[in-house]
């Protein structure tokens, strides 16, 4: 098959912008709290649940969306949904707009990952699939790592008092003065024009979906619910996602308040390198995968991402700083076993499963939620030891999984020996 470099790069520019506007929202919980007056935790949790349980709800309609209109239709209204969020949002902003804003953002998110994915298989060719889709999930780590930072320049600059010029002067015009933090959306709306304009302007190639990626009818998912180890893998893909934005979406907030850390100076940078971290981890565990059984590694991951969450929750602040992104390096391979052991356990209707584990998505709103109720109850760092629960679940599939094919694995010379080749 034909690989089309322009397009891969493309695809790799959407990476970054769903990324780069998926997860800031953990940064901004301590100025959320604060600007909105918000009395309980609790009430926090509900942005990344609105955004998240958007996520789960969309992740099978959207499947559906792209077998029946072309990838430029579907593509076009997944990025144009954000943008209606982030001008929702950016024009009205106050909490209950915040609210539907996260879910519209949510919805468009959802199709845009149902329809990247054979997008990237079609642009780069079959054979370098896994390629390109390991070099997705780098791109998406560099942009979760690099918008908080671009969070803490941007409200820098418009809280310095200066007079601004430019398009920070553009941006301080339009942001309320107490609420510099919402100038984010105004940029998310700036970046989303320029990638619908590219999207109706480029050339698609045609799209045909394999068995894999289909959502299949009615009779597979009938089938697949009366499997046992398909609720088992659904709930392994919630713990995930509520372990992952249970921790994400507190780090700057738990910071600031058992060690006094300034969010913007300290937190959203943590925050960063969380994300990051995860990239890294990426990174060494397919290089891990390929050495050893995935229910090995997912077992050492979950033991180092326990001990990474207890230093952080009970270290010292400088601990904290450090053990934060640690976590993220710990789960970072989490997401991919527990997904290829899922679909590896079953014998047919992969693309049904696979829509069905994709829903488990809405655990990054439950997870949140919970950890925020919690906190509530009995302060936050107790309850961020909900994640050890979530990871333990995650950690327990290791152990009872039977995947019908297990990931092949090389001798570590045989594995040099194949590179050099």
């Known amino acids: 098959m034909r690989r089309n470099h322009a397009l891969v790069a493309l695809i790799m520019v959407f990476w970054f912008v769903i990324s780069f506007i998926t997860n800031i929202i953990g940064p901004l919980i301590p100025d959320i709290i604060d600007n909105f007056r918000l009395q309980h935790l609790a009430l926090a949790g509900f942005i990344p649940m609105s955004f998240f349980l958007a996520y789960g709800i969309m992740s099978i309609p959207a499947g559906l969306l792209i077998e029946r209109f072309s990838q430029k239709v579907v593509l076009t209204a997944g990025f144009a949904l954000p943008l209606a969020g982030s001008l929702l949002f950016a024009l009205f902003p106050t909490f209950p707009v915040l609210l539907a804003s996260s879910f519209t953002i949510g919805l468009g998110m959802a199709m845009l990952q149902t329809t990247i994915n054979p997008l990237t298989r079609v642009a780069g060719g079959e054979e370098n699939f896994a390629f390109f889709s390991v070099m997705g999930q780098l791109v998406f780590g560099a942009a979760s790592f690099v918008s908080p930072f671009v969070y803490a320049g941007l409200v820098g600059r418009l809280t310095s008092g200066e007079r601004l010029t430019g398009f920070t002067g553009w941006l301080q015009s339009l942001t309320p003065e107490s609420l510099p933090w919402v100038s984010l959306y105004w940029l998310f709306a700036v970046i989303l024009v320029a990638v619908i304009a590219v999207v109706l302007a480029v050339r698609f190639p045609r799209l045909e979906l394999q068995e894999s990626e289909r959502s299949g009818g009615l009779h597979s998912y009938k089938v697949l619910l009366k499997n046992r180890c398909v609720y088992l893998f659904f709930l392994g893909m919630l713990c995930y996602t509520a372990s992952e934005q249970g921790v994400a979406n507190w780090i700057s907030e738990f910071l600031r308040r058992y060690h006094g850390l300034d969010p913007q100076t300290v937190g959203a940078p943590v925050v960063g390198r969380f994300w990051g971290y ?124 039977r995947p019908l094919i297990e990931n092949k694995r090389y001798k570590l010379s045989e594995l040099f020996k194949k590179n050099r080749q």
Do not use: Q
């Open 278 to 401: 995860m990239s890294v981890g990426c990174l060494i565990g397919l290089f891990a995968l390929k050495l050893w059984d995935a229910r090995d590694v997912l077992k050492v991951s979950g033991a180092l991402a326990l001990v990474s969450l207890l230093a952080a929750l009970f270290g010292s602040a400088e601990v904290a700083v450090a053990a934060f992104p640690a976590v993220g390096f710990s789960i970072s391979v989490m997401f991919s076993i527990v997904m290829s052991l899922g679909l590896n356990s079953v014998a047919r209707y992969h693309g049904s499963f696979a829509g069905i584990l994709c829903t488990g998505i809405a655990g990054g709103a439950l997870g949140p939620l919970i950890v925020e109720w919690l906190g509530d109850l009995v302060g936050l760092r107790a309850a961020l030891l909900f994640v050890c629960l979530t990871i333990g679940y995650i950690v327990s599939i290791a152990f009872w999984a």
